[in-house]
């Protein structure tokens, strides 16, 4: 995205830009790969070499069961077969965990802070950090984000952080995720997901949506929403940058290579080296779960699938959190306006952010040589309901002043200059 149109304030541009040109790097690698149809050898996916039912590697004899997803499962219902490419537009996101069914996974391959005899890497932390290690969570989840703004609950809700659910509700952002080579059935050896982020709804496709401010349209949830896209992130229909992954039990699971979009409120920030997960939920033309043992009656039903449960678990470099943390928009209570432009506020979380970082920002960093800590480990849970993609679109959102640019916000309008651990 060029410089120029960053400085316009496109408030969800801000950090996903960075994601941009990661996503280009990424479809020079991929790009060049054929899509490999149904019934053909495909490579395995990255969770595949493991054991079924556990995403996470175990080398033998560690005491510490580190926690993982479903593994490759051990048939395919139907290889052959392949639905049309489904479109699923997130439609709730939360960090908080209560009711998940996976509260993280292990991203770094160490328990760190378990000593036990024949612990990986001796427990030892994946980085180095400046202070004492973060101790993982049970079976060594690396999800410590949560906590570490937890501090912050009359600025940050956990259950609508920074009004991401807020944005998503008017139509000024989500999350697209799309789906294929997908057998449609409970178990699918190899299907490939591609992630891009939205910039909102600029026309109304279903009977509830009503446009709002800035010409954005409301969500209907009909499964017809048109979500658009940036230029230069599809290509004939799919995003270009994709992963292959697998269902095991309707349960879907992809390890990706490449950084990924996450939405905090109106802006996004790139998870590195993520893992995402959900339960695929098969609908009828009424979006009502229908019996999965059913073949799709419809071409509605072949592409109305519903994300329950879902995760993304990633690496959020300690530069992209700050801008997208001093981006973020403050409740009244707290003074409103953004993040950046409460100097006091924004230094008591950036003290707290460059304090808890206990991952690198790449899994291909994890315990290099005297690396540093510069990632904070993060855990998005969310739900996606049926959509459609339309058309490309960077139309500005709103001006916003704490946009990151060269490192540090446009303009304040106080003290804050750096989005900057050091």
Known sequence: MASSTRRQGIALLTVVAGCAGGLIAACQVVAGIERV???????SSPSAETDAGDAASNPPGDPCVHAGLPGLPEVDNDPT???PTIVMAVDTSTINPNGVSAEGVDLDGVCTCDTRLDTAHGGASSCVRAGEPICDGDGGVDSHFAAAVAAFTTAFDRDDFTRVNETIRL?????LLFLRKYNGLANDR??????????????????????????FYSPGWCGDDEWTVFPDTIVNGFPIAYTAGHVS???LVVELDYGIPIPFGNVQVVAGSPITFG????????????DPA??????????????????????VAAT????????????DSVGGGRLCQNPTLYSLVHDRICGALDIAKSKKLDFADGYACDAVSTSIYFTAAPARFGKTDTSPQEENGCAAVDGGPIDSGSSVTTYSCK
Request: net charge negative.
């Open 171 to 175: 139509g000024r952002t989500s999350l």
């Open 279 to 290: 339960r695929l939920v098969p609908l009828g033309d009424d979006l009502k779960p229908r």
């Open 37 to 43: 149809d149904k019934g053909s050898e495909v490579p």
């Open 81 to 83: 077969r392949e639905l």
């Open 294 to 315: 059913r073949p799709p009656a419809t071409a509605n039903e072949q592409r109305f699938y519903r994300i329950e449960d879902g995760l993304i678990s990633g690496r």
């Open 190 to 215: 190899d299907v490939e997901l591609g992630i891009v982020a939205s910039n909102g709804l600029r026309d109304s496709h279903c009977p509830d949506s009503v446009e709002g401010p800035l010409g």
């Open 320 to 331: 992209d959190m700050l801008a997208g943390l001093g981006s973020s928009l403050l409740p």
């Open 249 to 251: 039990d309707y349960r």
